[in-house]
């Protein structure tokens, strides 16, 4: 398991852990809505999916940004 995730694109092991976090999320929503009868705690829950999603791509999107920045630098030096 271990060499799998080191084989995995740098970029996408930045976004893993916000991929692995709405699908937790989507799958407790659909839990509560339809396994335990609770269609609001259901629906409240799912609502993180996109929050999540959101929350990785701003986190991520600064990074993406430096390293193009570094790439152009090396490329006019």
């Not at 999320?25 to 809505?33: E, I, P």
């Not at 996109?50 to 993406?64: D, E, F, K, N, Q």
């Given at each position: 398991m271990k060499n799998l995730f080191n084989n995995l694109?740098?970029?996408f092991k930045i976004k893993l852990p916000f991929?692995?976090?709405g699908f937790m999320?989507?799958?407790?929503?659909?839990?509560?809505?339809f396994v335990l009868g609770e269609e609001s705690a259901g629906?409240?829950?799912?609502l993180w999916v996109?929050?999540?999603?959101?929350?990785?791509?701003?986190?991520?999107?600064?990074?993406?940004e430096s390293v193009?920045?570094?790439?152009?630098?090396?490329?006019?030096?």
């Open positions: 694109p740098p970029d991929l692995i976090a999320s989507f799958l407790f929503s659909v839990y509560l809505y629906i409240f829950v799912g996109p929050s999540i999603h959101s929350l990785g791509t701003l986190i991520v999107a600064p990074a993406r193009a920045v570094t790439e152009r630098e090396k490329v006019g030096s």
